[in-house]
């Protein structure tokens, strides 16, 4: 779930943080870890870690970035609705709310590949994402850090 708060000196962009929900959901889906809880959006470079109980191989590493830029071609949708929090526990993870969250959630979903509460800015569509390329990764005392870019297409 990302509920980061935006730097008012910062300009989110909506290709990258898009891109990371289908990480999360990717990592996921193939290690059945948590999203991940730090995260660093960036227009140029980005970097999410995530705690998995090893180190990943290059193949595994390739099929991380295949899968994600698999999702971005597949043109998915990236829709909102607003989910009261009670029904909400179903949908997504409740757990990194904050405890003054207002009782309505903003949901965002892309395409039926992930659900998640988030207040960031996204694309309309998956195929305004670009390519999905991982440049550097490391795994140390059970956190696996990986730095990714996009590029256009």
Same mark, same amino acid.
């Given at each position: ?21 289908? !990480? ?5 889906? +193939?290690?059945?870890?948590?999203? $991940? ?6 227009? /140029? /470079? $980005?970097?999410?870690?995530?705690? =998995? ?11 991380? @970035? #295949?899968?994600?830029?698999?999702? +971005?071609?597949?043109? !998915?949708?990236?829709? @909102? ?8 526990? #179903? !949908? ?7 405890? #003054? ?5 903003? +949901?965002?979903? %892309? &395409? ?6 988030? +207040?960031?800015?996204? %694309? #309309?569509?998956? $195929?305004? =994402? &670009?390519?999905? /390329? ?11 850090? =990986?730095?990714?870019? !996009?590029? /256009?297409?």
């Amino acid at each position: 779930m990302n509920l980061e708060l935006n730097d008012h000196n910062k300009q989110e962009y909506p290709p990258m943080h898009t891109a990371e929900h289908i !990480l999360n959901q990717t990592m996921v889906r +193939i290690f059945g870890c948590p999203r $991940s809880r730090n995260t660093h959006i960036e227009r /140029k /470079k $980005s970097k999410c870690d995530y705690y =998995i109980n090893q180190k990943l191989s290059d193949e595994q590493v390739q099929a991380i @970035e #295949d899968k994600v830029n698999e999702v +971005i071609n597949s043109n !998915l949708p990236v829709t @909102e609705d607003f989910v009261h929090i009670k029904d909400a526990k #179903d !949908l997504v993870d409740l757990s990194k709310l904050p405890d #003054d969250v207002s009782e309505m959630l903003r +949901i965002i979903r %892309v &395409g039926d590949y992930d659900v998640c509460a988030c +207040i960031g800015a996204h %694309v #309309d569509n998956t $195929s305004e =994402i &670009g390519e999905f /390329k991982i440049t550097t990764h490391n795994f140390e005392n059970g956190r696996w850090r =990986i730095r990714f870019k !996009l590029n /256009k297409v």
